[in-house]
């Protein structure tokens, strides 16, 4: 591939990528030097169980992987040991040195289910380094020249430091040193390239100043927006439980991929898929024209991402699965259906109608009070999973499954 | 002495003693476990002249020295290796370890000009450590261990970080280190006391901080005055010229304090003398009276001072070196005198006189303009010394001798 096809492959889903113009030029001058990109991607091994939202960056990887690109991840097996010296910041709790080998070998473990950790040439196997090889060598005299080469100022400048700053909430000496430290990984490995969620773009351009003070060219700081959870709404994360884990079984990962609402597929499709540019844009005209129904498009999405972490064979099986146990719970073909209309009727805001007023447009129940009591009683589904809060909110844009005690019906979204 | 007694002795001449009250339990504590004190003074080597001005310090320290306490000296030897890698601070060049050390053996062999290096029993001989002992020691965990027990908005709350950060000069993070780094020497020698010059109250409060996080009690911060150079006005210093070296000659040491102005000797015998407090008061009352002549009073204060570093017998020779010169230079005993009235009657400003208004009325010159001329020819001496500008100020608060061309005058500042 010439740089600029190869630009237009790795910019696609990308939110920054610092400074303008520059990472073309870089790409020219390897593809020049018959020389790969050094592509960092740095990660603290504290929780042990990445999902989907971790798999953006990824996947981004793997593509400079493909185009023969270098990986390099960065474990800050380092500074999970650390922990948090004042004690303010829960999060990070101190790990021993076991316990941060353990999650940084489950964690690599996972992602070698996205990147190839030896694949067959000309394709380079990803390179790892614990930080703690640079930083445990480091003297007390090495930190103090690496603090030297940054500015108060200019760290407060950064977004959380700077509103916690405001708000005068403590912020630790010690925590400006961690963006200098996630910057010297940049030194340590050279890194001509470095990805990080949107939040990290500052850090990014910490690198990019100690590279340059350290007489090497500066980092192309690539950012990659933020994937939403199976709520749609919210950014994936563990404690919110709105993620699907990689290590997911195939039919909770498949499963978990049809309850999401159908706005935010296309971002999955872009995000967390091997889906090219133009079947992104192919996927997104079907869906937008009507010539697909969404639920088509949902099973696709399901069986590719499941196909992704277990293969073809079991991604397969559990779309036949699901299918099977949806007909198994007695969901006939010919269900009957109800509108988006009749919703609207009902509903005191048409925009966010809640599960009673959907139990009412369908005619499963006859008031909103019979069909709070429902709720309340446990015996209402939607989608197949029990509704505990008679105010839960259905997304009127989705098709939808109602049971009601022992009735049963299909809302459509589309006009009837 | 008792607990009492020696409060009286160290908090005098001090400015702070921090906090309030604490001295006299620590210093009962100490009478009743029957231990000394440790009592705590770092530096730096960096630049390797000390004058009297260091002296204020080293004498408080002898006091204690000398009611049996331990006196414990830390050379920042690992600041001074480090430097200011930010290369903005000129006054923090990067040493090597060879320079640091020879600084420091010139610096401790003019502390123990002051300091008994190792007393005859009770006393005790100084301790002195290397903060690199401890420092070098530090990996970077240890370091950010530290650096978490602090924030970043108390540490800026120093008075020359919050001018800086309020000007918007740059403050580089390893900045902040500094202080907590001398804060973490009283840790490592478990202070009971730390002194310091008054600017340096912050750090001797970080101390405390520091202490009391790792299970200590907090060190008693005692500040000190800064010392007049021989200006009377301004800072002694080097680079101001003003200064008193500990190893000038004894004829130079004697000298230079000759040319004191009388307002400051009060201030000098308090703060670099060994003369008790009752006897400081004493000198005052006679300075006040008029009891004594200032002039006497000052060669006792030269003599005293240059007994201290140079021994009685140099200290006598030096004072009759003095005399004699001062007449070999020809100035008879019997020399002509004028006084204030006169010159308060042609002095523009009386409070301020100029050289050139004492040439006039002591009848040196006939003129003001004839007085200029005299002094731009270099003409004129006062006290001995050349002086180059006819705006040139003299103290009409103590006597001098005016010589201008072969004409000489004694100036009385005491009505006639």
């Known amino acids: 591939m010439t740089a600029e096809q190869q630009l237009e492959l790795l910019t696609a889903g990308t939110e920054d990528v610092l ?62 040991m650390v922990g948090d010296p004042s004690g303010r910041n829960k999060a990070r709790p101190q790990l021993t040195a076991d316990v941060v080998e353990a999650n940084a070998r489950t964690y690599l473990a996972q992602f070698f289910k996205v990147l190839e950790e030896r694949p067959a040439p000309p394709r380079l196997p990803v390179e790892v380094h614990r930080n703690g090889d640079w930083f445990s060598k480091m003297s007390f005299m090495d930190v103090l020249r690496l603090a030297g080469q940054y500015t108060v100022a200019r760290m407060l400048e950064r977004d959380d430091f700077a509103q916690r700053y405001a708000a005068k909430q403590p912020i630790s000496i010690h925590e400006l040193m961690y963006p ?81 609402p159908d706005a935010v597929m296309p971002l999955y499709w872009r995000l967390v898929t091997d889906a090219t540019p133009p079947e992104v844009a192919e996927i997104e005209r079907a869906l937008g024209s009507g010539t697909a129904h969404p639920m088509e498009i949902k099973k696709r999405l399901g069986r590719r991402i499941t196909g992704l972490y277990h293969g073809e064979a079991a991604a397969e099986q559990a779309q036949r699965d699901f299918e099977t146990q949806f007909s198994k719970r007695g969901v006939p073909d010919n269900v009957g259906e109800f509108y988006r209309t009749a919703v609207d009727s009902v509903a005191k805001n048409p925009d966010k109608p809640l599960v009673i007023d959907y139990l009412v447009a369908s005619g499963i129940c006859d008031s909103k009070s019979s069909a709070r009591r429902l709720v309340e009683q446990g015996g209402v589904d939607v989608d197949q999973v029990r509704v505990d809060s008679p105010l839960f909110e259905v997304d009127p844009g989705s098709d939808h499954l109602f049971r009601g005690g022992r009735k049963l019906l299909r809302y459509r979204s589309l006009a009837k």
């Open 19 to 80: 400074p303008e113009g520059a990472f073309l030029e870089r790409l020219r001058i390897a593809e020049r030097e018959r020389r790969p990109l050094r592509v960092k991607q740095g990660f603290d091994p504290t929780a042990p169980d990445i999902h989907l939202g971790h798999s953006v960056g990824l996947r981004k990887l793997r593509q400079f992987q493909d185009l023969g690109h270098q990986v390099v991840l960065i474990v800050g097996d380092y500074t999970g």
């Open 180 to 260: 200098l430290m996630q910057g010297y990984d940049s030194v340590a490995i050279r890194a001509d390239v470095e990805l990080g969620a949107t939040e990290q773009k500052f850090t990014l351009l910490v690198g990019r100043a100690l590279q340059e003070l350290h007489g090497q060219t500066p980092q192309i700081a690539m950012t990659l927006p933020v994937l939403p959870g199976t709520d749609g709404v919210q950014r994936m994360g563990k404690s919110l439980g709105n993620y699907i884990g990689v290590t997911d079984a195939p039919a909770d990962m498949f499963g978990k991929v049809m309850s999401l």
